[in-house]
């Protein structure tokens, strides 16, 4: 059974820097490329970072890009994403991302 968590989501102030976490099970996470989403309140979900299998090559949504930084280590089955420069925009639950599978989301807010 393929299961995502999400951790990390808080409360930042604008400027601040958060880092979420994903482990991932159920599967062979160094086959795979993971992304992560987000959703903000009253919108639709949208992209944020993908990561090949390998961690070799990195795809990022314009919003983000240059702020974020998305990263694995497959020894922990692990996916990250490193964010920097929080703006009150970002505020979002963030979703770890496997084709179909999801996790269950972890809320970030950006606020003073």
């Known amino acids: 059974e393929v299961q995502l968590m999400e951790s990390g989501g808080g409360l930042v102030q604008p400027g601040g820097s958060l880092r979420l976490s994903c482990a991932a099970s159920?599967?062979?996470?160094?086959?795979?490329?993971m992304s992560w989403y987000r959703q903000a309140p009253g919108k639709e979900r949208d992209f944020v970072a993908t990561?090949?299998?390998?961690?070799?090559?990195?795809y990022y949504a314009d919003s983000v890009k240059g702020r974020f930084t998305i990263s694995r280590d497959n020894a922990k089955n692990t996916v990250y994403l490193q964010m920097n420069s929080l703006k009150p925009d970002d505020t979002a639950v963030y979703y770890c991302?496997?084709?179909?599978?999801w996790g269950q989301g972890t809320p970030v807010t950006v606020s003073s």
């Open positions: 991302n496997l084709g179909r599978f």
């Open positions: 159920g599967f062979t996470f160094s086959f795979y490329d």
């Open positions: 990561i090949t299998w390998s961690g070799g090559n990195t």
